[in-house]
């Protein structure tokens, strides 16, 4: 069996796959990767089924040691690297002979990155997944982030994985948005016109408060006309809520299932991958799209990962 | 029941508009239909008070082809059993350290400590549905005589088994979590628990009931 020892974790550094949706009655949220579309682009550079686990790394990288030789890919934002001491690219394959130091660094420009390993992480799954959940101390790496002398059990893989890399043409299209797609809240006749107007038009800043559970941001305050209590209903990923006091929050991979507040709107399926890669002090904006669109949308999008030629070279 | 878009991969579902047994019962029908035809389209179901959120792949269906998918599975609701089928007993160590608001929370309901904990297990409780927290129950009716807000402000961490009031619900907290109800005891079960079958002590249906216990007691059971 071969393994990765973390000599150092980095801010965050958690195991996740593609989370486990399908529990929401026991009101557990499917937590999984903050940008999934990063994770499945990863392990399909290493040869790894696209939902295999691998490590998510919170806007400063780790350094991790390769026992054994392994073949591995770095996706998702700009972390610069080294493997003992020179530099490897992001979104391309790499080959670590033994005894490898592979040394993650701080990222200026989005906020997670993944390393993919050949042959996966071996992690027994919790209800069908690898994926950790910070909140409530379950699923991946016993149930927590990463720490100095973890040590983590790798997948065998195959001699002939051939080293590839991202198209450049693939990568621009994938970008994540600043400008993120939304479609109308249940709740949206609970704010008047000049409110869904200054949701639409002014800048929103992501605050520090920001985690797996939930993005919260910072002015403009929006305010519901309804002074009423919402019965609390279920609540779906990148659901946008507002509180009595203004504040803006999107709900997030390891979310509660069930709020009491009024949701606005909701970011569309093929945006949320861009939440995950939002940093504080990120200046985002909401642009209203129909059901129709947003279904097109993720459609397309669903077609073009599906294709290998207009992913890698 | 009405039917309104959530998000492009979800659509609620509601069956009544009021906290309460009625809508309750609606809801645990509905969800027992979905999950019992388990459509290849479903992805989640994340049940309310009055609602229940039905999450699906875009790929294979739309929201108005879920709706009239849904209508047509709750046809067969009414031959479903709402009655609970299991009773779940939690032992609870009222007041002191285990229950730092109880003596407040029996001064603003102009009650006596002592009436609050016999009011508070005097009750059956349902149910409702599990969110916030996995294994989080949302309890309800409390007496209204108990009924109070919320803390003014939320602590940023409760103990896991605090047993807490809200309004007209009681629940107990799975987890030490950040959390805004005021807490009157704590329970020594643990709510929530990966390794067993099953892993939440309570779920959606299930007929609650508190009942006090003694120092050694809750000692006793936190070691069982």
Redesign the interface.
Same mark, same amino acid.
Do not use: K, W
């Given at each position: 069996m071969t393994s990765l020892v973390v000599e150092s974790p980095g801010f965050l550094t958690t195991v996740q796959d593609f989370g486990r949706p399908g529990h929401g009655v026991l009101g557990i949220s499917a937590s999984g990767a903050a940008d999934p579309i990063t994770l499945q682009l990863g392990n399909r550079l290493v040869g790894n089924p696209p939902g295999a686990a691998a490590l998510e790394m919170t806007l400063t990288g780790g350094t991790f040691l390769f026992p054994h030789s392994a073949v591995f890919a770095l996706a998702g934002a700009d972390f610069p690297a080294t493997l003992n001491g020179n530099p490897v690219a992001n979104w391309a394959t790499h080959s670590a002979p033994p005894d490898s130091k592979l040394s993650v660094g701080p990222t200026a420009n989005g906020a997670r990155c993944y390393l993919s390993i050949a042959g996966g992480i071996q992690i027994p799954p919790f209800l069908g997944s690898a994926s950790t959940h910070l909140l409530s101390g379950f699923g991946g790496f016993h149930g927590r982030a990463l720490r100095r002398g973890d040590i983590l059990q790798l997948g065998a893989f195959s001699a002939a994985t051939h080293l590839r890399s991202l198209r450049p043409d693939a990568l621009e299209r994938l970008r994540p948005r600043k400008i993120l797609r939304v479609t109308g809240g249940p709740q949206k006749h609970w704010f008047d016109e000049t409110t869904h107007r200054a949701f639409l038009k002014n800048t929103f800043e992501v605050t520090g408060e920001t985690n797996r559970m939930g993005l919260r941001l910072s002015a403009p305050s929006l305010r519901s006309v309804l002074n009423r209590e919402l019965v609390s209903e279920g609540a779906p990923l990148g659901a946008i809520q507002v509180t009595p006091s203004g504040q803006t929050i999107i709900l997030f991979v390891e979310q509660q299932t069930a709020g009491g507040y009024p949701k606005i709107a909701n970011v569309i399926g093929v945006d949320l991958p861009s939440l995950g890669q939002l940093r504080p002090r990120d200046q985002i904006r909401f642009q209203l799209v129909s059901f129709g669109e947003a279904r097109a949308l993720w459609l397309e999008q669903h077609k073009f990962l599906q294709s290998e030629e207009l992913l890698f070279v | 029941m009405e039917f *309104? =878009? &959530?998000?492009? !991969? $979800?659509l /609620?579902a509601y069956v009544g508009?009021?906290?309460g047994q009625a809508a309750h019962e609606k809801v645990f029908r509905l969800?027992r239909c979905i999950?019992t035809a388990q459509p290849s389209w479903l !992805?989640?179901?994340? =049940? &309310?008070? *009055? $609602?229940?959120?039905i *999450?699906f792949d875009?790929?294979q269906i739309?929201?108005d082809e879920v709706e009239t998918a849904v209508r047509s599975l709750a046809k067969s609701s009414k031959k479903i059993s709402s009655v609970p089928s299991r009773t779940v007993e939690i032992p609870v160590r009222y007041g002191g350290e285990f229950g730092p608001d109880l003596e407040e929370a029996a001064a603003l309901l102009s009650l006596s400590p002592q009436r609050v904990v016999e009011l508070h297990a005097a009750s059956a409780y349902r149910a409702y549905? /599990? @969110?916030?927290? =996995? @294994?989080? &129950?949302?309890l309800g009716d409390l007496p209204s005589q108990l009924e109070l807000p919320r803390l003014p402000s939320p602590r940023k961490e409760v103990p896991a088994g605090s047993v807490a009031i809200a309004g007209k619900q009681t629940a107990i907290y799975?987890?030490a979590?950040p959390g805004g109800w005021r807490l009157i005891g704590r329970t020594p079960l643990n709510l929530?628990r990966?390794d067993r079958d099953p892993? $939440?002590l309570i779920?959606?249906g299930d007929q609650v009931r508190f009942h006090p216990v003694s120092l050694e007691e809750f000692v006793n059971a936190e070691r069982a």
């Open positions: - | *309104c =878009p &959530a998000s492009d !991969r $979800s /609620l508009n009021e906290i969800l999950e !992805r989640n179901l994340q =049940p &309310a008070y *009055c $609602s229940v959120l *999450c875009p790929v739309t929201h549905f /599990l @969110g916030f927290a =996995p @294994g989080f &129950a949302y799975p987890f979590t929530f990966p892993m $939440s779920r959606l």
